[in-house]
C-alpha cells in the first residue's frame, strides 16, 4: 500500500523547504562582495521567508479533514519524518546546496544553481501531489507547485538580468 499524505503534512514540508531556501540565499549574500549582488541575493530570501508565511497561513486555513492524519504515529514521529523529507528532497533549500556554496561563485552561477533547485522542488512537489488525495487536500498541492514554477520564471529574469550585465 502506497503511502499517503494530507495537505498539512505537505504544507509542513513547503514551510520547511522555503526556510531552507531562505537560508540558502542569506549565505549566498553574505559571501558575495557586490552590493548590487548581496541586495538582490537578501531580496530573493526575503522572498522564500515570504512565502514560508503564506505556506503557514495556508495550513492555518485548512478544514479538519485536511489535517486527518493518514498513518498511525504513536511515538509522534511524523514531524521528525517531514523534516528530513524537506532536508533531502534534493531540490530548493536543500541544506547541502548552502553548504556547497564557497563564495567563488558568480552571481550568474549561484542563479542558475537556484533554478536548477526549483526545477528539482517542482518535481519533488510533483510527486507528492500524487500522493495526497483529493479529500485530504490536493488542490493545496496544485498552489505549491504554482508557486514554485513562479519562482523558476523570476529566477530565470534575474539570470537574464545577469547575463546583460556580465
Do not use: C, W
Request: proline share 3%; aromatic share 6%.
Amino acid at each position: 500500500m502506497p503511502i499517503t499524505f494530507n495537505a498539512n503534512e505537505a504544507l509542513k514540508v513547503a514551510e520547511r523547504i522555503e526556510g531552507n531556501a531562505g537560508a540558502f540565499y542569506r549565505k549566498a549574500a553574505k559571501l558575495h562582495s557586490g552590493e548590487r549582488s548581496k541586495d538582490l541575493l537578501f531580496k530573493l530570501a526575503a522572498m522564500e521567508d515570504q512565502h514560508q508565511e503564506t505556506f503557514s497561513l495556508m495550513r492555518t486555513q485548512l478544514a479538519a479533514a485536511e489535517k486527518e492524519p493518514t498513518t498511525y504515529d504513536p511515538m509522534d514521529e511524523e514531524l521528525l519524518y517531514l523534516k528530513a523529507l524537506a532536508d533531502q528532497h534534493g531540490g530548493e533549500g536543500s541544506p547541502t546546496a548552502a553548504d556547497a556554496l564557497t563564495g567563488k561563485e558568480s552571481m550568474e552561477q549561484v542563479l542558475r544553481v537556484a533554478i536548477d533547485l526549483e526545477h528539482k522542488t517542482v518535481q519533488f512537489y510533483t510527486g507528492l501531489r500524487d500522493r495526497v488525495p483529493a479529500s485530504l487536500g490536493r488542490d493545496k498541492l496544485d498552489k505549491i507547485i504554482a508557486e514554485e514554477k513562479s519562482h523558476v520564471v523570476q529566477l530565470s529574469r534575474e539570470l537574464h538580468a545577469a547575463r546583460g550585465k556580465a
